[in-house]
């Protein structure tokens, strides 16, 4: 296996990015993580935003990057990480989304009903196994059951380096201004105390300034109308070759690829099936996605054909945001419309109108809160603080997707 020596990558967001030589390399160059090449960062967001085309791989080397820059800052405080410690916590953050489906969140619960997080623990795990219990401290940090809490809240948490990574990842590639944020100052606001991570009062708009960051990102970028549109239609798009399958179908798809969708894999039976997860999990990615809605667009079913010629060819559904979850009677009515338009039966006329619901909540209550240390040396969450206005109440909307041919709306006497 090769191995990387004080390697250098050149990233666009922050410039060389260093990859310590020994076990961080070695696990940089394993399948595993290079698998995260060919797993995309934001799905299909490049059919609204096209230079979105960044994937796992470098927003891990990212997260990284931070990471390596928060150590040297809280080091410089005297907080104590020691070699050992820091080169765990760097793999942690390295790891962290080795677990994530084909094209990322949109097929997680889909192909296996398992959060990314639980398979990313499965295949660190293997690794561990495979470099002989060198990963232990690695996987304490992660599953936060090593004493030094502060180290998990890097990794994971309201502020931490994936969130500083991903933020300003996006909001680069996809040109949303909105989302960038200042992670320089932010990083050097940070601090221990108590064992727990915390921020400086100096810094404490530039937290604000995250939060509301984010909460931008999330509306203008992660929930665009259209963006999940085309995740919406993926999910069916494999929902429907589950049925094909299980049905007797022979469906033209890659073994990794096969195995998931003839399978009903959960939280439940995971370790039933643990090895031939581990067998056919990481050899899964977008690549296998792609050929496959290929060949289904030429499929005798015309539901997983029109389906994926829609989301290859970019034809996708029009999408109605609604103020209220829309009643059953009324997507009723949709539905017969669409059944007698294309021709298909009442139930495959799901596939075809189809309804859903997207939250976004800014800031989240309770014992997680970011901490900020204030000038008489108390210590707040930053909820309490007095100039605060970041709404941690959870907003939701309302959507019914639908083919554009159909045009539901053209007047409220048809919707109605």
């Not at 007698?340 to 039966?345: I, K, M, N, R």
Request: aromatic share 12%; hydrophobic share 40%.
């Amino acid at each position: 296996m090769p191995i990387y020596s004080n390697h250098l990558i050149n990233d666009p967001i922050y410039g060389p990015i260093e990859i310590p030589s020994g076990l961080i390399a070695q696990v940089v160059a394993h399948p595993y993580f290079q698998r995260l090449r060919r797993i995309s960062q934001l799905s299909f967001a490049h059919y609204v935003f096209p230079g979105a085309t960044h994937n796992r791989f470098s927003h891990a080397l990212g997260a990284l990057h931070l990471t390596q820059r928060a150590i040297r800052e809280l080091r410089s405080k005297e907080v104590e990480i020691t070699d050992e410690e820091a080169e765990a916590l760097m793999l942690a953050i390295l790891l962290h989304d080795l677990g994530h489906a084909p094209f990322s969140h949109s097929l997680e619960f889909i192909l296996l009903d398992i959060h990314h997080e639980d398979l990313s623990i499965l295949l660190m795990e293997a690794l561990n196994e495979e470099f002989d219990g060198k990963l232990d401290l690695c996987l304490a940090i992660f599953k936060d059951e090593y004493p030094k809490k502060f180290l998990h809240q890097l990794v994971s948490s309201q502020l931490d380096m994936d969130r500083l990574d991903y933020l300003s990842r996006d909001s680069f590639f996809t040109g949303v201004s909105e989302g960038i944020i200042n992670y320089k100052r932010l990083l050097k606001m940070l601090d221990v105390y108590e064992g727990e991570l915390i921020f400086s009062h100096k810094g404490v708009y530039s937290v604000e300034q995250f939060l509301m960051a984010r909460r931008h990102m999330y509306w203008q970028v992660y929930l665009h109308k259209t963006v999940f549109c085309t995740s919406d239609l993926l999910c069916r798009i494999v929902k429907r070759a589950k049925e094909l399958i299980r049905n007797g179908e022979n469906l033209p798809v890659s073994k990794s690829l096969y195995y998931f969708l003839q399978k009903s894999i959960d939280t439940e039976n995971l370790n039933s099936y643990k090895s031939e997860i581990l067998k056919h999990y990481p050899l899964l990615d977008d690549i296998d996605i792609i050929n496959a809605l290929k060949q289904f667009s030429q499929h005798g079913d015309f539901i997983i054909s029109y389906l994926s010629s829609c989301l290859l060819n970019r034809q996708l559904f029009k999408v109605k945001q609604l103020e209220d979850p829309m009643e059953d009677t009324q997507l009723d009515k949709l539905r017969q419309k669409a059944s007698a338009q294309f021709s298909v039966s009442a139930k495959d006329s799901q596939y075809l109108v189809f309804v859903g619901e997207q939250s976004n909540q800014a800031y989240q209550l309770g014992t997680k809160e970011i901490k900020i240390r204030l000038k008489d040396g108390s210590l707040h969450p930053i909820s309490t603080w007095k100039e605060y206005t970041v709404s941690p109440k959870k907003i939701k909307k309302y959507y019914v997707c639908y083919p554009k041919q159909l045009e539901f709306f053209h007047s409220q006497e048809d919707y109605l």
